[in-house]
């Protein structure tokens, strides 16, 4: 009976990137990270912070790790050790960029919360920067998991 599944050594192409590790973490980094854009997006900026940084990492990642994902279900990276590196590369610079992003907002909204106590308005925002901050870490995490894993697996090339 045959299987779908990858071994960690070798690079997946077409539907096995859904079944093997850590390329399993493409779907839940794009899911997170597309939550801290959406987040970010709806608040309002009422003074100087950074994000602009949080909203050019959860785009920029986004947007990579989508066009990343269809290289390897289109079969491009031919299970080569330079896509391993690349991979490895590129997650790991995602996940400093995401780290970055994610300490700036978590220390803006807490200024931001001692700040706006009283108004309701304000209030909201305030509960959804804690939400894009949540969701910013765990988009964090997954990048560093798949970072790791990916460097694993590159090892064992």
């Known amino acids: 009976m045959a299987t779908t599944a990858q ?11 859904f079944t093997s590790l850590p390329d399993l973490f493409f ?5 997170f990270g ?49 896509w391993a590196s690349l991979d490895v590369a590129y997650h790991a610079l995602a996940a400093f960029f995401y780290l970055s992003a994610s300490v700036a907002l978590a220390y803006v909204t807490t200024v931001l919360g001692q700040i706006n106590l009283g108004n309701e308005i304000l209030f909201k925002y305030y509960q959804e920067d804690i939400a894009a901050v949540v969701f910013s870490y765990i988009a964090t995490l997954l ?4 970072a790791v894993m990916s460097a694993c697996r590159w090892k064992s090339l």
């Open 143 to 146: 990048y560093a998991i798949h």
């Open 27 to 31: 779907i839940p980094e794009l899911v």
């Open 7 to 17: 071994a960690i050594n070798s690079l997946p192409s077409g539907l096995g990137v």
């Open 34 to 82: 597309g939550l801290v854009w959406i987040l970010v997006a709806s608040t309002n900026v009422y003074m100087e912070n950074p994000q602009g940084w949080v909203m050019f990492v959860s785009v920029f990642c986004f947007v990579f790790t989508f066009l990343w994902l269809l290289l390897f279900m289109m079969g491009v990276n031919k299970n080569s050790s330079m």
